[in-house]
C-alpha cells in the first residue's frame, strides 16, 4: 500500500468550527491539492465552495444542533473526491 501511495499527490484538509451567538456556524477550512468543498449538514447538502492553498476559506452556515454531523468533502478539480472531514 505504501508503494502506491508514494507517488500521489499529498493533500490536506482541516476544518475548524465556532459556533456564534447570532445562529450561525464558522467554518474555517485549509486545504492542499484541493480546489473546491462541499459542506453537509446532517446528511443534507449546505453549500459548496472554491477553497485555494494561498489562505483558509470561511464558509459561514446556520447553526446545527449539538447531535448533528457536519461534514465537508473536498475535490479536486471539482469531480474527484480527494478529501473528507467530519465534526
Not at 464558522?26 to 494561498?54: E, F, K
Request: aromatic share 2%.
Amino acid at each position: 500500500a505504501a508503494k502506491l501511495l508514494i507517488g500521489q499527490t499529498r493533500r490536506r484538509l482541516t476544518v475548524a468550527r465556532a459556533d456564534g451567538a447570532n445562529g450561525r456556524t464558522r467554518l474555517t477550512i485549509t486545504s492542499r491539492a484541493v480546489t473546491s468543498v462541499d459542506v453537509y449538514v446532517g446528511g443534507r447538502p449546505v453549500t459548496t465552495s472554491p477553497v485555494t492553498d494561498a489562505a483558509p476559506t470561511v464558509v459561514e452556515i446556520a447553526t446545527p444542533g449539538p447531535d448533528v454531523v457536519v461534514r465537508v468533502d473536498g475535490f479536486d478539480e471539482g469531480e474527484h473526491p480527494v478529501a473528507a472531514r467530519r465534526i
